[in-house]
C-alpha cells in the first residue's frame, strides 16, 4: 500500500505531537526535594558514606514502579536510589568510592589486576555490578562479585 505524502505528513505530525506529550509528562513527574525527603535509608547512607560532603540537591521522578531518587554532592558525586532508599548508583567522578560500599571480591579483583587504581563508579545491575576505575575502564562482575568482563 502507498501512502499519499499528505498522509505521511500527518502521520509524522501526529507522532511528534505524541512524542511530544510524552515528554512534557515525563518532566512533570520529576520535582526538587530536600535531602531531607529522601527514604529514610538513603539519609542514613549519606551520613554514614558522606558525612563531609553536603547536599547540593535531590531530584525524585515518580515512575510506575515508585519513585526514584538522585542526590547531587556539592564535589560533584551523584548517587541514586531506589523507592526505599537503597542506592542503585555511586558516581564520585575521579574520587574513589567509599570502599566499605564495594563488595569485598570486586574490590579484592580491581587490588590485584589494576593495583593504584581506585573504584570512581560503582553501579547495582540486574546481573551483578559494573565499575569504573578512576582511568576510565569499565568492569562487570556478577552478583558474587565474580570478574565477567571489561567493558567498552
Same mark, same amino acid.
Given at each position: ?35 531531607? #525527603? ?35 554532592? #556539592? ?41 593504584? #587504581? ?35
Amino acid at each position: 500500500m502507498i501512502m499519499s505524502t499528505s498522509t505521511n505528513v500527518k502521520v509524522a505530525v501526529a507522532t511528534m505531537l505524541v512524542l511530544a506529550c510524552a515528554s512534557l509528562v515525563s518532566c512533570r513527574n520529576e520535582t526538587v526535594i530536600t535531602a531531607g #525527603q529522601l527514604p529514610e535509608a538513603a539519609q542514613n547512607f549519606l551520613r554514614e558514606y558522606f558525612p563531609e560532603s553536603p547536599v547540593s540537591y535531590v531530584k525524585k521522578e515518580k515512575e510506575l514502579k515508585g519513585s526514584t531518587y538522585e542526590a547531587v554532592l #556539592q564535589d560533584g558525586t551523584e548517587i541514586d536510589f531506589d523507592s526505599k532508599g537503597e542506592w542503585d548508583n555511586v558516581d564520585c567522578k575521579s574520587a574513589a568510592v567509599p570502599a566499605a560500599i564495594v563488595p569485598s571480591a570486586v574490590a579484592g579483583h580491581v587490588q590485584a589486576n589494576f593495583p593504584g #587504581q581506585s573504584i570512581s563508579k560503582i553501579d547495582r545491575e540486574h546481573y551483578g555490578f559494573e565499575v569504573e576505575l578512576a582511568g576510565g575502564l569499565e568492569l562487570r562482575f556478577d552478583k558474587d562479585g565474580k570478574f565477567v568482563r571489561i567493558d567498552d
